[in-house]
């Protein structure tokens, strides 16, 4: 599908030449997953289940505080799925599989624990890629995501795409992309029709930290045009405007600047919720 190939190659590449970045940015948000991931895991031996892992970061960070854990990482990028079997090749407790996390749930499952950072939010159809991902989690098996809240509380997003285009855009519907989630009723009408139960959120206020150091402004300009929304509003601008948007873009990027570090105010929701007791 369309969707499906954009994030998989032209996104994934970003991704891939970005992920030590992304890491950065999201450190803050992806320490308060961790901390969720081990109060929802079982206490003794588990398999589990990274979607959209990306490059790895998560699946790593879990193997490593649990060693008992079977973990199983997909994507659907093959540059990101390279990567993270190149990073995570001496982690003989994770496998990295490229494909779709419904066909990998089914196929590797059932597992005791499906989490992911920021990577649930892609599906063309959630409600039946939620259903096919609790069809392979074990009966009370437990899902664990992160995702971002509204566009509004992400300036990263909202305030530099919107530079980069040059006046206000509107925050993205609910169709497949970073901010199809930010609204929790909508989240949590899927996670229901597509089986789940007990589903709950919390919300979580991080720092989006896109440069820092010397140079650091450069960094974050050079980083988030080539990942995210603005990157993406800048791609769809003819040659001869795109000076003008950087220059706007770097306006924002230097109101973000405290000290020697670039960071944004940002905002996700941390999910959790429960597959039925029995099958």
């Known amino acids: 599908m369309s969707t499906k190939f954009d994030w998989a190659t032209h996104s994934g590449d970003a991704w891939t030449r ?10 803050d948000l992806a320490a308060k997953l961790h901390a969720v991931l081990l109060e929802k895991t079982p206490t003794t031996a588990f398999r589990a289940l990274d979607v959209g892992c990306g490059a790895g970061s998560t699946s790593l960070r879990l193997a490593h505080a649990r060693p008992d854990a079977t973990i199983v990482g997909c ?15 001496d982690c003989n407790s994770v496998r990295i599989l490229l494909g779709d996390a419904q066909v990998v749930a089914g196929g590797e499952g059932p597992f005791d624990l499906i989490f992911s ?9 959630p409600v039946a890629a ?14 664990v995501f992160s995702c971002f809240q509204d566009w509004w509380a992400n ?27 930010a609204d929790p009723d909508h989240v949590r009408q899927i996670l229901e029709a597509a089986g789940w139960n007990n589903a709950e959120f919390q919300p979580v206020h991080f720092r989006y930290v896109a440069g820092a150091g ?8 050079d980083f988030l045009s080539d990942v995210g929304p603005a990157s993406r509003v800048l791609g769809s601008l003819p040659d ?17 600047c405290v000290g020697e570090t670039i960071e944004f105010p940002a905002a996700a929701w941390l999910w959790s919720s429960q597959a039925p007791p029995t099958a």
């Open 117 to 125: 950072r920021h990577g649930v939010m892609f599906f063309d159809d």
């Open 214 to 221: 010397e140079g650091g402004i450069e960094q974050a300009l």
């Open 155 to 181: 300036p990263w997003a909202s305030e530099l795409a919107s530079a980069a285009a040059g006046h206000d855009l509107p925050p993205p519907g609910t169709e497949a992309g970073g901010f199809a989630f």
């Open 18 to 27: 970005r992920w030590r970045e992304i890491d950065a940015a999201l450190s």
């Open 240 to 256: 001869a405007e795109r000076s003008a948007a950087m220059e706007r873009m770097r306006s924002v990027v230097e109101l973000h």
């Open 75 to 89: 994507d659907l990028s093959p540059s990101l799925v390279q990567l993270a079997q190149n990073r995570l090749g």
């Open 130 to 143: 939620f259903r096919s991902l609790r069809e392979g989690t074990k009966p009370g098996g437990v899902l």
